[in-house]
C-alpha cells in the first residue's frame, strides 16, 4: 500500500497522534530499509507498553506502508476509538468464540490484497521479568506459512519506559523525554517451512524463529543478550499453581 492509498482515516489518526508523539518523545528508528516498498507482508512485533502501537504506528506510518493491527474485538465496539479502528480498517479478534477464524481470513485477506498485517505474538503485554519477549502464539506463524508473505521482524523499547505494563499505578512518566527506540530487520527465513503440512509442530517451530528474529533485534537495541529461553507465561502460571497446592497440603 503506497503513501498515496493511505486513506482519510489514517490520515486523520496520523494528524491527531503524531503532534503529541514527536512533542514528548525522542525518535530513533532504524532498518525502515527492511520494510517491503510493495506486496503483501506481516511484520512481527514485540509488545511492553500500551503506549508501543503508537511508537510502531508511527515509525511505519513513516515509511507509507501502514499496518493492519489485530486488535480485541471489545475495542471496535462503539466510541472513538472504535471508530478510529473501523474507519483506518483493523482488524477485530474474537476470542474463544465461533467469530474467531474471522480475523485470520482478514488477515489473508489483507496479504493478498497487498497490505501489511501487525502481528503481536506474544499476544499481550510481556509478562517477562526483565521485558523481553515472551513465548510466541501461532497465528502469525500460520498466515505466513499459507500467504509465503515476507515477515518482517520488528523491536521496540521506550514506551516501556513512559508507560510500564502492568505497573500498579497507569502514570505516565514523561519526564525526562524518552526516546522511542523502533528497528525492523531483514525477513526472516520460513522457507524450510513451506511445504509442509502446519501441523502445530511445524507452527510452533516457525513461531520460534519469528520469536528469536525479534529477540535479535531487541538484543541490538539494547546491547545485552536475551535468555536463552524465552519467558512462558502459562508455564510460569503452571508452576504457581504447583507450588500453592503443594503449600496447601503442607
Known sequence: M????IGFWYRLAAVIAKPPLVVLFKRDWRGMEHIPADGGFITAVNHNSYLDPLSYAHYQYNTGRVPRFLAKAALFKGSFVGTMLRGTGQIPVYRESTNALDAFRAAVDAIE???CVAFYPEGTLTRDPEMWPMAGKTGAARVALLTKAPVIPVAQ????????????ENKLRLFPRKTLIVQAGPPVDLDRFHGMEPTPDVLREATEVIMAAITAQLEQIRGESAPATPYDHRQARAEQRRRAAGEGTK
Request: charged residues 30%; glycine residues 10%; without cysteine.
Open 2 to 5: 503506497s503513501r498515496r492509498r
Open 157 to 168: 523499547w521506550g514506551a516501556n519506559m513512559a508507560m510500564p505494563p502492568y505497573a500498579k
Open 113 to 115: 490484497r497487498g497490505e
